[in-house]
Nanobody, 121 residues
């Protein structure tokens, strides 16, 4: 069992930056694939980035070059550094843990409660 808690969301102007954190308890993150997802109003939840225990990293095309996912296994925390934010990045961002390198929401068994990111134009 894994418990995930996100933090770091907020309101930022377009072009600004935020860093999201996902703190895990219960099991070590190094045994999971960790994903950041987001869901905007009226849209489906989508993968933003993932990192595996062998450091495989995948990004959504829409965030490549702007977002960076990283993990600190000693602290059991996963980060999402978001730079050059755009209004279309506005969404609730969720941290999730799974056992496969996958984009599908259904492949992730554990989820945090989400943190709101709002980018103003």
């Amino acid at each position: 069992q894994v418990q995930l808690v996100e933090s770091g969301g907020g309101l930022v102007q377009a072009g600004g930056s935020l860093r999201l954190s996902c703190a895990a308890s219960g099991r070590t993150l190094s045994t999971y694939v960790m994903g950041w997802f987001r869901q905007a109003p009226g849209k489906e939840r989508e993968l933003v980035a993932l990192i595996s225990w062998v450091r495989t990293i995948v990004y959504a095309d829409s965030v490549k070059g702007r977002f960076t996912i990283s993990s600190d296994n000693a602290k059991n925390i996963v980060y999402l550094q978001m730079n050059s934010l755009k209004p279309e990045d506005t969404a609730v961002y969720y941290c999730a843990a799974g056992t496969k390198i996958a984009r599908a929401v259904g492949e992730y068994a554990y989820w945090g409660q989400g943190t709101q990111v709002t980018v103003s134009s």
